[in-house]
């Protein structure tokens, strides 16, 4: 399995403290995550993954709508999965990125997630795109196909230019659940939409189906993992 949490892009990163102007963006972050973490889509544990960080959010900040490559966001920086206390200096700002050189523009006092370039490649599928969630949830990866979401190709890395054209490739036809698996990332599971609510409901309800399935089938429904 390849390693959790490897940049596999050009950072161009700018260190120094965040503007207490992103508190507001960062509050959606921070509260998300901390959801995420309680419900193992995000974090860190010595038994999954060799120890590594898992999973990653971001949310759109201004100027909107921003350009193609420039609709900036907050992120959840690198590896920072096993933090029990984070505030905006745990998040980085990315301001630029250019998907087909692999490279990100960021600031902030932490590297951004080495999912960066996935975040923009889908704030690039439209401006009404506000925020995203890189959730590791191995029962919705397992049920990708009886649940019908689209799917990644196998041999795409994840965080890599590969993988953000991958996803703009399948916008144009499947991407209007708001849901979709990355088929080469082991149990990773990407949510975005127009909000904070509207994201993390659609990857809520796509867990919820996977339970639903899970019943139908069996007659009975058992705690997972």
């Known amino acids: 399995m390849e390693r959790e949490g490897i940049i596999k892009f050009e950072a161009r990163h700018v260190e120094g403290p965040l503007p207490a102007s992103l508190k507001a ?19 860190q544990a010595a038994y999954r993954y060799e120890g590594a960080g898992f999973g990653n959010i971001s949310a759109r900040v201004g100027p909107f709508p921003g350009g193609l490559g420039a609709r900036a966001f907050l992120i959840t920086g690198t590896q920072t999965g096993g933090r029990h206390c984070m505030d905006l200096g745990g998040l ?32 690039d599928l439209g401006p009404h795109i506000r925020f995203v969630v890189h959730a590791h949830c191995p029962e919705i990866w397992r049920a990708a196909r009886t649940l019908r979401l689209p799917i990644t190709a196998p041999q795409i890395a994840y965080g890599t230019p590969q993988m953000a054209l991958e996803i703009q490739r399948m916008a144009r036809t499947r991407l209007n659940q708001g849901v979709l698996v990355m088929g080469g ?14 994201t993390s409901s659609a990857l809520l309800t796509t867990l919820a189906a996977v339970y639903a399935t899970s019943y139908q089938q069996s007659g009975h429904l058992c705690r997972m993992g």
């Open 185 to 198: 990332h082991q149990d990773g599971v990407l949510a975005f939409g127009r909000s904070a609510e509207e």
């Open 25 to 43: 963006a960062a509050a959606d972050v921070l509260a998300w995550r901390e959801i995420f973490t309680r419900l193992g889509l995000v974090g």
């Open 92 to 123: 980085s700002l990315v301001r630029r990125y250019e998907l087909a050189r692999g490279v990100v523009h960021s600031e902030g006092e932490i590297t951004p997630s080495s999912e960066s370039m996935t975040h923009g490649a889908l704030y």
